[in-house]
């Protein structure tokens, strides 16, 4: 039987990049500190599997948020379905080893996200891959919005913790005349950067 590892990689510093892009480059150059450390690489990569569980499970969604296809009327009439699910909510859980097998590993400047055991591993490619006669419902990652909050929550996180904020040497700087003249908006860095998370808009 062959045997297969299907994976999928987030780069740290590319994905911070994009989740700040457009803040105080000076800022910027403080904050990414905080991703090297191995707390928040752990923390990272619990999130990023939580919430590939969450989609899966919950939302029925895959890793570019579109919904799985429906399971096939052969198999949900099968003795092991009716025994083991039951229900014809697609969320890729049986015995719910496959999901909890997800792990991360830290490589280089990324995470690479893969299951443990050869079994797991042969399971998940048939999902991704579309391999005997499975549909593909490709879950094994997130889409881009759900991995820059992620990211933008944990900097947030950890850059209180750590005083980034109290830094003498972080300055905002004054880009366009539009920025000094917008007297409404957040005066503070801390502000600018990351008041507006809960409401979407960073």
């Excluded at 009716?82 to 909890?100: C, I, N, R």
């Excluded at 950890?158 to 700087?173: G, H, L, M, Q, W």
């Amino acid at each position: 039987m062959a045997s297969y590892n299907p994976t999928t990689k987030v780069n740290l510093t590319r994905l911070f990049n994009k989740s700040f892009a457009g803040k105080p480059n000076n800022l910027k150059r403080q904050l990414r500190e905080v991703i090297n450390s191995r707390e928040f690489v752990d923390d990272f990569k619990n999130r990023f599997i939580r919430t590939i569980r969450d989609n899966t499970r919950l939302d029925s969604k895959d890793k570019n948020d579109k919904s799985f296809k429906p399971y096939s009327k052969d198999y949900e009439e099968s003795e092991t379905f009716q025994v083991l699910k039951g229900s014809s909510k697609v969320d890729l859980t049986l015995s719910g080893e496959m999901m909890e097998s997800i792990e991360g590993i830290k490589r280089g400047s990324g995470i690479v996200f893969q299951m443990k055991k050869s079994r797991n591993k042969n399971i998940a490619h048939g999902h991704i891959n579309g391999s005997n006669n499975l549909p593909v419902r490709d879950f094994l990652g997130l889409p881009e919005k759900d991995q820059k909050q992620i990211m933008k929550e944990l900097v947030l996180f950890y850059s209180e913790r750590n005083d980034i904020f109290k830094a003498t040497d972080v300055k905002p700087e004054k880009t366009t005349k539009q920025t000094t003249q917008q007297t409404d908006q957040p005066t503070t860095l801390e502000d600018d950067l990351f008041g507006v998370v809960d409401a979407g808009f960073l």
